[in-house]
């Protein structure tokens, strides 16, 4: 893949024949190192030191007392856990607050600004002033009002950096909790501290968990949603709670995954696909497994002697039927998360909330990039070929430039940013032209889509003049946009000395030949994931634990565009769900769903 990123680069030269093999065996031989190292250090993550300590941090000894009684917990998890809790939400915080100090407001990002414009009356590229949908319109009343507040008291510039405060301490708690409970699902201290110092060390992970951006205040919600989907609901079984590791019985617990499910589509769109593909994913293993377990043959494979059926008819009716109900219920959950999700943006929102304040609604120009660029490829390359009816129907909906405004990295070039009463009336042709050409040429669709995600799997190297495109960039130098409109709204501040400086300090350490390596988005993204559904079979965990990690990485194949700034905002909760996955197979609960 990392040569097909090479040969697909439509802007550049391609690379001489001569030269894939080389570049191919490179490649394979750089990932086999990666793997063998990936596979050392989750072997080294699993094993558990012979005098492990009681709490998260050695510096931090848990208080004499009797043990919170939780049954299916760790011994060394049992002490007080608002206390280690707590200890590790501090740390995280002290290690994340100067970040959120040096980067005062906060990193706006180019989304934020319009939505800032949007709430201040002010034109945009969206609108003349009025509020529109484009981007969540919840999260715009949210950084609205923290900047009408701020102005109010003196400073806007100060209400948005209380925002950009409150919102990394939040995400610091859930991290914190997020941590404790792999210790009571039985990780290893290892995998414990070195989630913890990866998440507080890592410069990227703070200073997205405070920059106001909308993936930055749906993330919380999301690693809410995950932490619960781990811990699952209390199960009880004849009157008797059979599972400890949640304080939440399944009617709170279902309330409060349908909640997270609802904040996450609020804060970000995409939220709901994410919402849908877990829970198709849940669905088709929970399918699977009743499948297997019906199956005669299997099962008297597993009980062939007398003796080992009663044994396995025992364990059935004490310990399978209380895993059934708690599956079942995470099932029941899961479903009632995704309708609530899709009723909310597909009803609510544009029916009733939109209308009901005058919001203008967002375009279909989002959702069609992908066709949009495929269709302006086909008329740069087959136009000739094409039928008139085909050839019309795209330059109706993408105009008589279009293949001068495409661009093979990005979609935003073609599709543009409003959609128009004349691209409506022109969407059932183009859909239907689409539909056509792509049958006639699946090879120039394929080359189109994946010149647009080529950031998920292509290798960055120094003889590449676009090789930051491929890096995990941190642009903190936003801080200091004062863009159109900033001053009548109050946002004056803008000494961005700091922020350039931490800026061009990251972007010389991932230009190093290791942080070359290490800051790859492919190697967050695709490579991690592949490595890891590797490594959950090796030691035949279960894949559920994936299953987050895996809908994420669909998303991410959406993507309108993978080798910008803005990509990151796309890539930021990978470098929390990446380490926390990790941990997750190494835990007891892992081994044995």
Same mark, same amino acid.
């Given at each position: ?40 250090? +989750? ?7 012979? $005098? ?10 848990? @208080? ?69 949908? $484009? $981007?969540?319109?919840?999260? %715009? +009343? ?12 003196? &400073? ?5 950096? *209380? ?41 990227? *992970? ?60 609020? %804060? ?42 009663? /044994?396995? &008819? ?7 039927? %209380? ?46 990039? /992908?066709?949009? /660029? ?7 390359? $087959? ?13 109706? +909906?993408?105009?008589? !430039? ?14 543009? !940013? ?54 995990? @960039? ?27 400086? +931490?800026?061009? %300090? ?5 230009? &190093? ?34 299953? @987050? ?45």
């Amino acid at each position: 893949m990392g040569l097909l990123a090479d040969i697909l680069n439509a802007g550049k030269v391609m690379p001489p024949p001569a030269s894939w093999p080389i570049r191919f065996a490179t490649y394979v031989c750089t990932l086999s190192v990666l793997y063998a190292i990936g596979r050392r250090g +989750m072997d080294w993550l699993r094993a558990s030191d012979a $005098h492990e300590s009681e709490s998260i941090w050695p510096w931090v000894a848990p @208080p004499s007392g009797d043990p919170t009684q939780h049954p299916n917990a760790h011994p060394r998890d049992q002490r007080h856990p608002v206390r280690q809790i707590s200890a590790t939400f501090a740390l995280i915080s002290l290690c994340w607050l100067p970040y959120a100090i040096l980067l005062y407001p906060g990193v706006i990002w180019y989304d934020t600004e319009q939505q800032l414009l949007q709430w201040g009356g002010l034109p945009n590229v969206y609108t003349d002033g009025q509020l529109n949908d $484009h $981007h969540p319109i919840f999260d %715009t +009343m949210l950084y609205g009002l923290f900047m009408d507040a701020g102005r109010a008291l003196g &400073s806007a510039d100060a209400g948005i950096f *209380v925002f950009s405060l409150l919102q990394m301490l939040f995400t610091a708690g859930v991290v914190a909790v997020f941590l404790y409970s792999l210790g009571m699902l039985g990780a290893s201290r290892r995998a414990q501290r070195f989630v913890g110092v990866l998440l507080c060390a890592f410069p990227p *992970v703070p200073i997205w968990a405070c920059a106001v951006a909308k993936d930055s205040t749906n993330l919380p919600f999301l690693l809410t949603f995950i932490l619960l989907l781990f811990i699952g609901p209390v199960t009880i079984s004849n009157g008797i709670p059979q599972r400890r590791l949640s304080v939440l019985h399944p009617k709170a617990w279902t309330a409060a995954l349908t909640c997270c499910a609802c904040f996450i589509t609020l %804060t970000k769109k995409t939220g709901a696909i994410f919402i849908i593909f877990v829970t198709i994913m849940y669905l088709a293993r929970w399918i699977r497994h009743e499948i297997h377990m019906r199956r005669p043959i299997r099962a008297q494979r597993q009980c062939h002697i007398a003796h080992v059926q009663q /044994q396995c &008819s025992e364990q059935k009716r004490s310990g399978a039927a %209380t895993h059934i109900s708690g599956e079942r219920t995470i099932i029941s959950a899961l479903i009632c998360a995704a309708v609530c999700s899709l009723s909310l943006i597909c009803l609510i929102m544009p029916l009733i909330v939109l209308p009901l304040f005058h919001i203008m609604p967002g375009g279909k120009q989002e959702l069609l990039g /992908q066709a949009f /660029q495929q269709a302006a490829l086909t008329l740069s390359k $087959h136009a000739e070929s094409m039928s008139d009816a085909d050839r019309q129907a795209f330059t109706d +909906m993408l105009g008589h !430039d279009a293949t001068a405004r495409y661009a093979y990295w990005t979609v935003d070039s073609v599709k543009g !940013d409003t959609w128009s009463p004349q691209q409506e009336q022109a969407l059932p042709a183009f859909l239907k032209a689409w539909v056509s050409e792509g049958i006639r040429h699946p090879i120039t669709y394929m080359q189109s889509y994946l010149a647009v995600e080529q950031g998920w799997f292509a290798f960055p190297h120094s003889s590449d003049s676009d090789h930051n495109a491929y890096l995990t @960039p941190t642009p903190t130098h936003m801080v200091t946009r004062h863009f159109d409109g900033a001053g009548q709204l109050g946002l004056t501040f803008n000494d961005g000395r700091i922020a350039g400086v +931490m800026e061009d %300090t990251i972007s010389w350490f991932q230009e &190093s030949p290791i942080g070359m390596l290490t800051s790859s988005k492919a190697l967050w993204s695709t490579w991690a994931l592949i490595f890891l559904i590797e490594e959950s079979r090796r030691h035949r965990t279960a894949m559920k634990t994936l299953i @987050p990690l895996i809908a994420w990485n669909a998303i991410l194949w959406l993507s309108p565009v993978t080798t910008t700034d803005e990509t990151m905002r796309y890539l930021m909760p990978v470098f929390f769900l990446v380490p926390l996955t990790v941990a997750m197979l190494t835990t007891r609960e892992a081994s044995t769903a």
